[in-house]
């Protein structure tokens, strides 16, 4: 699988969109790129995932680039409750292990 | 709306006892997995499930078993308990391996003494 590489740590003002960034530049054509996040010591939570195609769900929507070497996690408008960890992961299909990284840690700001 | 649920949410054991892990989950998932997560690491896959009757070692299966008797359940065993195996023990499952994503439960912590 694809090594992922994300910014350590992010703030953003709560109700302002929040842009989380990614770069998977190994990733190949039949991998998918998953966002998941940890609040605090609670179990990951899946957001959201995408093959090539940008993809938007009740919760956020992804960016995938063209070349799909980088990605972009958008929560439109976050919240005191969006402040967690977030993992960008690049998946193989056929993967039964997830290789989390140590993820940006994104504080919302009141 | 329960989806992946695990008990006990903590526990206390001392060296050499053993004891069970279950998760639980109502999405008729195939695929089961048991991972564990120490601080400062990421996680690291123990053992997982492909379907009712199956298992197959993970990353670090040592001192663990595991059983999928029911296609909704799939137990973690401990049979003698180190302070090594101090960990937050989280169980997930998915539909499929790759393509669907793996949905997580809120964790079991164990503590050994």
């Known amino acids: 699988d694809a090594k992922t590489t994300q910014p350590p740590s992010m703030d953003c003002a709560e109700g302002r969109a929040a842009n989380l960034p990614c770069n998977h530049s ?9 966002w998941y996040r940890q ?15 940008n993809e938007t769900n009740e919760m956020a929507s992804l960016i995938i680039t063209e070349d799909r070497k980088s990605s972009t996690l958008i929560l439109p408008h976050a919240t ?14 056929g993967t039964y292990k997830y290789i ?5 840690r994104l504080k919302v700001l009141a | 709306n329960a989806g992946v649920t695990q008990t006990p949410k903590f526990r206390v054991l001392k060296t050499g006892q053993s004891m069970t892990l279950l998760c639980a989950q109502d999405m008729n998932h195939e695929y089961m997995y048991w991972y564990r997560q120490d601080p400062g690491m990421g996680l ?6 492909v379907g009712e009757g199956t298992t197959a070692k ?3 299966p040592d001192g663990y078993n ?17 302070p090594s195996q101090t960990s937050v023990y989280f169980c997930a499952s998915s539909y499929e391996a790759g393509r669907q994503p ?7 912590r164990l503590s050994i003494l």
Request: proline share 3%; with cysteine.
């Open chain 1, 26 to 34: 190994t990733i190949s054509g039949n991998e998918y790129v998953y």
């Open chain 1, 39 to 53: 609040i605090h010591s609670q179990g990951p939570q899946y957001i959201i995932h995408g093959l090539k195609n």
């Open chain 1, 80 to 93: 005191l409750r969006d402040t967690a960890v977030y993992y960008c992961i690049v998946i193989h299909p």
């Open chain 1, 100 to 104: 989390f990284g140590t993820g940006t």
């Open chain 2, 44 to 49: 690291r896959l123990i053992h997982y499930s």
């Open chain 2, 58 to 60: 993970g990353e670090v």
């Open chain 2, 66 to 82: 595991v059983s999928r008797l029911k296609k909704q359940n799939f137990l973690l065993g401990l049979e003698s308990a180190a």
């Open chain 2, 102 to 108: 793996q949905h997580f439960g809120d964790g079991t």
